[in-house]
């Protein structure tokens, strides 16, 4: 059975993609074959590409990434202005294809877990629909625990599964007292693992960051492990 993970935020430019990238280069070095998958994007397309440059995939970018918006506005708002009908169905197939291809999936998500797709179709019902525990990434100093715990709180209406949350440092100031005591809280209050915080690094601070780098960083700040429902 393929197995894998979706990767939301609690908020745009989170550091999902550097997560989700990170995490992909990481398997890959284990040994493991694994596919990436940026389901929806709005913009561009650079997401996606990264992803694939991190897992070394020979997949296609309309494979990989279905569904381009022209606008970086939520799916849904981008579709309107764009006068276009967003079809869910290349996405079920493009998953379909990359599922059967790959022993290990890794989705990057669009926005946070709310974001409108089209209609009343959010992130969230992609989750349910795709099937995949869910892997949230947070900020990591103040705020963080308002948003994580409303991202948390929403996965559960929708009963997803979620495997882990990851702090992510995006400033680069030294970490404050909030950033040191709210792995604990939140998982005090979530009951989900905390798997580690990522610290601010100048080096993952450009839009193709080294992804050797990238992995080795992660290993050293992220205890996968901790994601049992993800990993073992
Ligand atoms: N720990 C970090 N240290 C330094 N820079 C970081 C760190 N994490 C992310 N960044 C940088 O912050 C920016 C946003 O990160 P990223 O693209 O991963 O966010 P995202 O959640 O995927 O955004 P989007 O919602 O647009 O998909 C990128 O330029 C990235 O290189
Ligand atoms: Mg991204």
Not at 105 to 128: N, Q, R
Not at 130 to 158: C, D, E, K, M
Not at 202 to 223: K, Q
Request: hydrophobic share 45%.
């Amino acid at each position: 059975m393929t197995r894998g993970v979706f990767i939301t935020g609690t908020d745009t430019e989170i550091g999902k993609t550097i997560i989700a990238g990170g995490l992909a280069a990481s398997l890959k070095q284990a040994g493991t074959h694994v596919g990436v998958m940026k389901p929806i994007s709005s913009g561009d397309t650079t997401d996606a590409q990264f992803l694939k440059h991190a897992a070394q995939v020979d997949d296609a970018l309309t494979v990989i990434n279905p569904l381009c918006l022209r606008y970086p506005l939520a799916p849904s708002v981008s579709a309107r202005l764009e006068g276009r009908e967003i079809d869910m169905s290349t996405v079920a197939t493009a998953f379909a294809h990359l599922k059967q291809k790959y022993n290990f999936l890794v989705v990057e998500g669009v926005g946070g877990i709310a974001v409108p797709l089209h209609g009343d179709f959010l992130v969230a019902h992609l989750i349910s629909q795709l099937q995949l525990p869910l892997l949230i990434v947070a900020r990591a100093g103040l705020g963080t625990l308002n948003h994580t715990l409303l991202t948390v709180a929403f996965a559960r209406q929708f009963n997803l599964q979620i495997a882990g949350i990851i702090l992510n440092r995006m400033q680069p100031e030294t970490a404050g007292l909030a950033e040191q005591t709210n792995p604990a809280e939140i998982e005090r209050l979530t009951q989900v693992p905390v798997l580690g915080v990522v610290p601010f690094e100048e080096r993952l601070n450009t839009p193709n960051p080294d992804v050797t780098f990238l992995a080795a960083l992660l290993n050293r700040h992220v205890a996968w492990r901790k994601a049992e429902k993800l990993f073992l």
